[in-house]
């Protein structure tokens, strides 16, 4: 399964990350990479601890998307509407 994960720049200069789909998957890296190899693992360690419990495993619902000059970028898609922010 997919997850989306959000990255962000910390004012330090650090990379926090976290899983939206998934309660409770947040991480700090020094680096992006880091901070996305951290996330990775924790949605393994997470998954894995709730399937070995007997927990149903969250779905992936939501979608990555981007809005860059009006225009709509989702999963491989575009949309040309204008996007009122």
């Known amino acids: 399964?997919?997850?989306?994960?959000?990255?962000?720049?910390?004012?330090?200069?650090?990379?926090?990350?976290?899983?939206a789909d998934l309660p409770g998957i947040v991480v700090v890296g020094d680096s992006e990479?880091?901070?996305?190899?951290y996330v990775d693992t924790a949605i393994d360690t997470q998954i894995e601890g709730l399937h070995e419990d007997g927990f149903d495993i969250p779905?992936?619902?939501?979608v990555p998307a981007h809005v860059v000059d009006g225009l709509v970028h989702v999963s491989g898609y575009s949309y040309s509407d204008e996007v009122s922010l």
């Open 1 to 19: 399964m997919k997850y989306a994960v959000v990255l962000e720049k910390g004012t330090n200069g650090s990379w926090g990350a976290y899983a």
């Open 33 to 37: 990479r880091q901070a996305l190899d």
């Open 59 to 62: 779905r992936a619902e939501s």
